[in-house]
């Protein structure tokens, strides 16, 4: 048709020579005359005939053909005009497309008026400016298919019965009897008299004897309990009576006892033998088109001839093709060249040849998309196309493009052979199991370790000292569980039967979804650990033998030291007070200076010795342990700071405060520093406000121990306005002796704070300090409620 349609002298129609065709009309012409489908085209006012290789028979061996070609619709079809006009006028005049199945529409032809049954689509057909110029018919004839339905019909009365009823075939089977009863329909499908009840092989004989031992294998299958009791088959049957064969289908369902013992088994029969007799009859003709009409997501393409002539592609096939739909009509590697340099071609031609269809697994392909070449990984097979008489006359194509999971199995499989390379450089026994626990790997390590192979839970566990052994089994059972991180302790033996003990950790991998997928651990040898461990225990208990007695000794040197040390300065403080009596009238600034200041060193020296002995007896001094009220202690603390707090004009505002479990003493010596400290350093010429918060908190950690969540705390919070000083200085500020700012401008020992801290931990708590130079400070204390 595309020789006939060059050869064609057009200048003798409406539209003029082809070199006067406008641009859209050679496009739609060469379209259809490269399609394999019957196409059919009619163009301008006078609807010139266009139409292609695969429409030709439609218009028989004598008759229309090739008069037909750039003759006017009206001339050509004067038979059926009134019929088809008003369906091409709809489309002309911008009307919706037309489908119609199996159509009635005689023409003229091979002599004589036939009766011609069509399924065909009119679609309109645009020119440059999106104007409707044509109407292009897609049709195929289906007169043969048509008639033989008729025929089937006509001749088969049992089948149109079938298909006009809608009544079904029960049946009851009783397995502990093995009596088996069915309604009036059943039975006269079978054959069978019309008692109530009759024997299971009575209605088994019925069956033709090639589906006797999977009727009889599929009911036994359906008396197991584990099976579910259902049943679903398909098989013939022959009436022993008329002869008559039909092909039912049974679905019924087995019922079950507490013993697990079916006690009744019963369903339904329908004959479904016009069904697949019709299906038989257009899988012929509908095969070629049977996986586009029910294509899935992936990539569909039909491949026709040994030229392999790209006949049919879905949208995904044409995006990975990347070339557009005008390679239609084309031969594939002519196409698609790149893919034959990477030997595709021989592929395709085996499979043409040999009728084997050829599968490929996350292959690497090259191709050029849109005038890039891309580096792409598919899923695709390719297998034969088949005429309705078995011959192969194309290939079909289905792919899916699998990038990213191709190269996420890569990084999965770099990153196993990773972790296996470093599992076997580590000196601890690394493994791996399933989500349930299956080994699936032990490093080498294990086995010279042990001297056996883990090939399962038996090996491994012959290997834990059975005194460990529940352990270490209750730990990994309740982490499979759970899905928690599985630790425990345990002895491991060794090839030389000696033991030694192990730390065993193992945490879940999960994947995208949460789900557990993996898990992955490690034995460690912790023998040695134990082993000092053991010492330091001992270490330990001496040291705190030694302690005691030095407890003792370190009360009666404070003892001492008290005596001793301070009678020098109670003696330098006296004799000062004489010097001032004896030179009152005569004493001079100069001299009274220098008083001044050893009376001052004095005082100081004195404050030092009290913070040291304190400082240092107070881990070792007994206190009693008993409910105090902070609140009336800090009511103490003021009382005795009234002079002070007077003079810097201080403002102290806190809110009640609870009572807690400690020593009274020591939490008054708290107290009394840090309000002091504030007082100390409150700003010159600003009154000095302190606020006192409380709060109660839930467990944390505590001096680097991890206390139970559920035990309660409380937090109290000093804040005032005075000094302040860096937050870098916020560790250093509880050191003993570290005083922050000048001497002869703040007195004290340097003591204050390092006693706070102590007498905190005292009580099992925390104390930490905040602050900024010039706004103040803050300090957090932390005590057991």
């Excluded at 001339?75 to 005009?81: G, L, N, R, T, V």
């Excluded at 039975?187 to 024997?199: A, R, T, V, Y």
């Excluded at 010159?684 to 680097?704: A, D, F, T």
Aim: charged fraction near 25%.
């Amino acid at each position: 048709m595309g020789k006939l349609t060059r050869e064609h002298d057009w200048s003798l129609t409406p539209i003029g020579s082809i070199d006067q065709w406008p641009q859209s009309l050679r496009t739609t012409v060469s379209n259809l005359l490269h399609s394999r489908f019957p196409m059919f085209l009619w163009w301008g006012d006078e609807l010139i005939q266009f139409y292609n290789d695969a429409y030709r028979p439609s218009l028989g061996k004598e008759g229309k053909h090739p008069t037909a070609l750039g003759q006017k619709g009206k001339d050509c079809w004067p038979e059926i005009w009134e019929t088809i006009y008003p369906l091409i006028l709809q489309v002309k005049s911008g009307g919706n497309s037309t489908w119609m199945e199996d159509q009635l529409i005689p023409i003229f032809r091979n002599g004589h008026l036939e009766d011609v049954y069509w399924t065909f689509s009119y679609s309109p057909a645009f020119d440059e400016e999106d104007q409707i110029q044509g109407v292009l018919v897609t049709c195929m004839e289906t007169t043969t298919s048509v008639l033989e339905r008729k025929k089937l019909v006509e001749s088969e009365d049992q089948l149109r019965f079938a298909i006009e009823a809608a009544e079904l075939g029960t049946w009851d089977y009783n397995p502990l009897t093995n009596q088996f009863t069915g309604n009036e329909r059943l039975k006269k499908w079978f054959g069978l008299s019309f008692n109530q009840e009759i024997d299971l092989s009575l209605a088994i004989a019925v069956i033709v004897p090639e589906d006797r031992h999977r009727v009889k294998a599929a009911i036994q299958n359906a008396l197991i309990y584990d099976s579910g009791g259902h049943y679903d088959i398909e098989y013939s049957i022959i009436n022993p009576i008329t002869n008559q064969e039909r092909i039912v289908r049974a679905k019924g369902k087995a019922w079950f006892n507490k013993k697990k013992q079916s006690y009744r088994f019963n369903g339904t029969l329908q004959d479904v033998t016009a069904k697949t007799a019709a299906y038989n009859k257009l899988k012929e003709s509908d095969d070629r088109f049977h996986n586009l009409i029910y294509s899935s997501p992936s990539a569909i393409g039909i491949l026709m001839g040994p030229e392999l002539i790209i006949t049919m592609a879905n949208e995904s096939i044409i995006e990975i093709w990347g070339k557009g739909t005008e390679i239609i009509g084309r031969s594939y590697f002519e196409a698609l060249p790149e893919l034959a340099e990477q030997g595709y071609r021989e592929v395709f031609n085996r499979v043409y040849t040999t009728g084997i269809e050829a599968n490929f697994v996350e292959t690497p392909v090259r191709i050029l998309q849109n005038g890039k070449m891309t580096h792409k990984y598919y899923n695709f097979v390719l297998y034969p196309q088949r005429d309705a008489n078995g011959e192969i006359e194309g290939i079909g194509i289905i792919a899916t493009e699998v990038t990213s999971q191709a190269e996420q199995n890569r990084i999965i499989k770099e990153s196993e052979a990773r972790f296996r390379t470093l599992a076997e450089t580590l000196p601890q026994l690394v493994w791996m199991t399933d989500e349930k626990g299956n080994q699936e790997y032990a490093s080498s390590k294990w086995k010279d370790y042990t001297g056996i192979e883990p090939t399962g839970p038996e090996t491994w566990q012959q290997t834990i000292h059975p005194i460990d052994l529940p352990v270490i089994m209750s730990a990994w059972n309740e982490s499979l569980d759970k899905g928690i991180i599985y630790r425990s302790e345990a002895r491991l033996k060794n090839s030389k039967d000696e033991y030694r003990w192990f730390f065993v950790q193992g945490e879940p991998i999960r994947n995208e979804a949460g789900k557990i997928v993996k898990w992955i651990g490690a034995f460690t040898d912790i023998q040695d650990q134990k082993d000092i461990a053991v010492k330091l225990k001992e270490l330990v208990n001496e040291r705190t033998k030694e302690l005691q007695r030095s407890n003792e000794d370190l009360q009666q040197f404070a003892h001492v030291a008290s005596h001793d040390l301070k009678e020098p300065l109670r003696k330098i403080r006296f004799f000062t007070d004489r010097l001032y009596i004896e030179l009152e009238e005569n004493i001079s600034e100069k001299v009274k200076h220098y008083l001044s200041k050893i009376d001052s060193a004095t005082s100081r020296m004195s404050s030092m010795i009290d913070g040291v002995l304190l400082y240092s007896t107070i881990d070792v001094v007994e206190q009693l342990e008993e409910q105090v009220n902070l609140a009336e202690t800090l009511l103490s603390v003021e009382n005795d700071l009234e002079l002070l707090i007077a003079q810097k004009q201080a403002v102290i505002e806190y809110q009640s405060l609870p009572t807690i479990r400690g020593y009274a003493v020591l939490l008054y010596q708290l107290f009394y520093n840090l309000i002091s400290n504030s007082l100390k350093f409150a700003k010159e010429g600003v009154p000095m406000r302190l606020q006192i918060k409380s709060e109660v908190i839930e467990g944390e950690h505590i001096n680097s121990m991890k206390v139970p969540k559920d035990l309660q705390f409380i937090k109290i919070t000093l804040s005032d306005n005075g000094i302040g000083f860096h937050q870098n200085q916020a560790i250093q500020i509880f050191q003993t002796f570290l005083r922050l700012n000048p001497k002869d401008k703040y007195e004290g020992s340097g003591l204050g704070l390092a006693l706070c801290k102590k007498i905190v931990e005292r009580h099992y708590g925390s104390i930490k300090a905040e602050g900024v130079e010039g706004k103040g400070a803050t300090f957090h204390v932390v005590l057991p409620r």
